[in-house]
């Protein structure tokens, strides 16, 4: 599975952007998928998990209520909806997947996940 995010880009606080992860390859339909997030100088954090079908979904506590994660494996695509965003958000992003069973719980750890994209920067300015 190859992934690609896109759909950074420089928003103004309290503004909105939807992060695309684009996958190709045969098995994304098995796959789970998370987003983390990287900020210059920090570790990198877990953002949002949907489960392979998509009827789970995890985040972590800075994003719940602001961001929205959602996948549609017809299009092999994953999606990052960020609301209200704060200069806090700013950073790189990037999805990353890993093949599970239906009945996989959701990991938020990035040693977790086997295929990762390259990233795409997203700048929140006060």
């Known amino acids: 599975v190859q992934l690609q995010a896109s759909g950074g880009g420089l928003v103004q606080a309290g503004g909105s952007l939807r992060l695309t992860c684009s996958a190709s390859g045969p098995n994304f339909q098995r796959c789970a998928v998370s987003w983390f997030r990287q900020a210059p100088g920090k570790e990198r954090e877990f953002v949002a998990a949907i489960s392979r079908g998509g009827g789970g979904t995890d985040y972590a506590d800075y994003a719940k209520g602001r961001f929205t994660i959602s996948k549609d494996n017809a299009k092999k695509t994953v999606y990052l909806e960020m609301n209200s965003l704060k200069p806090e958000d700013t950073a790189t992003y990037y999805c990353?997947?890993?093949?599970?069973?239906?009945?996989?719980?959701?990991?938020?750890?990035?040693?977790?996940?086997?295929?990762w994209g390259r990233g795409t920067l997203v700048t929140v300015s006060s």
């Open positions: 990353a997947a890993r093949e599970t069973i239906l009945t996989a719980p959701l990991a938020t750890s990035a040693n977790d996940y086997k295929y």
